[in-house]
């Protein structure tokens, strides 16, 4: 009989899954549902488009051809109401049942909103989807003076924005650092500097109390925790994700902070995958939990996910993601978890180069490159190898890293 596979989430987490279904599995029957009015499109190149600086064809990546082409039922604008795992069944918010053998959940997340005054007020953005780059894109190029709260891998796109459309900006941030959990301040000084040539200012034991709006209910101001006022038209708020896991209410689907999965990507119900953001998956590096929002991570995901819904724990997920930021003169990119650890090791080059290495029980698992992107092979290639290196910081330091400098595995 032709099984039936169908993933919730059109993100690229789903699509890799559905792509790579339809190339194991020629006569198999695929279904991909989202809630979103629009197919597979690029988040990292989202945010380009919101600067300004690319139109929006560069930025689709599959037209509803795409999945035409290959066999595969796309179905847009539609919501998932409920999932009977015991009878493999959904039913969608038109009341269309859908049956599967084999589901994959990859409906990702929805920005946290700020849990104060006029904080849905018009002005006030998210940046997640393609329709919310637009929005931002638009009003940021109205605007004259912003804000920006959320100080991480987000929230620095939303800055960058602002630098980009020539908005006078205040990034306000809670600790003394751009993305403290990741960087000294030494280290984000670098970050902090670019910003400013950019007009965008750092705010440091900031925040927002609460925000002020015209009578048209059109924010104008944030107020800071310490009573500061902050002109603003234009406000870009990226504090975290709640994952949409309430799809699977009423499921047996193990969740906490996300969908819990194995190094397979499968739950503890069967026939039941996950992949993507939503997921708190068995790290077979780090040898616990872990939660990645990177894209090529997500892709990555996909993929192994709809290999073990074809062959059950077939190929276990074992990744080290990457995530670059574009927005400067310099690159910078971090990898594997930068903010775990129990050690770590850090050096400046130059005003532009800086570099940052988190370890865990002596391995290391993860680290922040500024500057200078080419040691990054090296230590992925060190953390899939789990060996025990943080007593050779020097070594891993040095600007140009040579595994062959270090001490063989075997004799640590």
């Not at 650092?177 to 902090?192: F, K, N, Q, V």
């Not at 705010?203 to 603003?232: C, L, M, W």
């Not at 400067?328 to 930068?338: A, K, V």
Request: hydrophobic share 35%.
């Amino acid at each position: 009989m032709t099984e039936s596979y169908v993933i919730i989430g059109d993100g690229i987490a789903g699509s890799s899954a559905a792509e790579t279904l339809r190339d194991e599995a020629q006569d198999a029957d695929i279904t991909v549902i989202t809630d979103e009015g629009e197919a597979l499109y690029n988040r990292i190149l989202i945010k380009e488009f919101a600067k300004g600086k690319l139109p929006e064809m560069p930025v689709s990546i599959h037209e509803p051809e795409w999945y035409e082409e290959r066999d595969i039922d796309l179905r847009l604008n539609t919501l998932i109401t409920d999932i009977d795992t015991d009878a493999h069944r959904l039913r969608t918010h038109e009341d269309d049942t859908i049956e599967y053998d084999k589901l994959l959940v990859a409906t990702g997340g929805t920005p946290t909103e700020l849990p104060v005054e006029n904080s849905e007020a018009e002005g006030v953005h998210h940046f997640w989807t393609f329709q919310d780059a637009r929005e931002i894109r638009e009003d940021a190029g109205a605007a004259d003076t912003g804000v920006v709260v959320g100080a991480g891998l987000l929230g620095i796109d939303l800055a960058a924005i602002c630098g980009e459309q020539d908005v006078d900006a205040n990034y306000l941030m809670r600790g003394d650092c751009w993305w403290r959990y990741a960087l000294s301040t030494e280290g984000a000084e670098i970050l902090h500097e670019a910003m400013r040539e950019r007009g965008v200012e750092p705010v440091f034991q900031s925040g927002v109390d609460r925000f002020e709006t015209d009578d048209d209910g059109h924010v104008t101001a944030a107020i800071d925790p310490n009573g500061d006022r902050y002109d603003a038209d234009f406000v870009g708020v990226a504090i975290g994700l709640n994952y949409n896991t309430e799809i699977l209410q009423g499921t047996d689907v193990a969740v906490d902070d996300g969908v819990l999965v194995d190094e397979y990507m499968q739950t503890n119900v069967d026939d039941v995958f996950a992949a993507g953001d939503l997921t708190r998956y068995h790290d077979t590096i780090l040898g616990e939990r872990a939660q990645n929002g990177s894209w090529d991570s997500a892709k990555a995901q996909g993929t192994i996910a709809a290999k073990n819904m074809l062959a059950p724990e077939s190929e276990a997920f074992r990744f080290v993601s990457s995530y670059s930021i574009t927005h400067f003169d310099f690159p910078f990119l971090s990898f594997g978890h930068p903010t775990i650890g129990d050690d770590e090791c850090e050096r400046k080059y130059s005003e532009t180069e800086w570099r940052r290495l988190a370890f865990k029980n002596g391995r290391l698992v993860g680290g922040v490159l500024i500057g200078d992107l080419s040691p990054q092979s090296a230590y992925k290639k060190l953390m899939k190898e789990e060996r025990v290196v943080a007593d050779q910081k020097e070594a891993l330091l040095k600007q140009s890293v040579d595994l062959d400098d270090l001490a063989p595995a075997q004799e640590q």
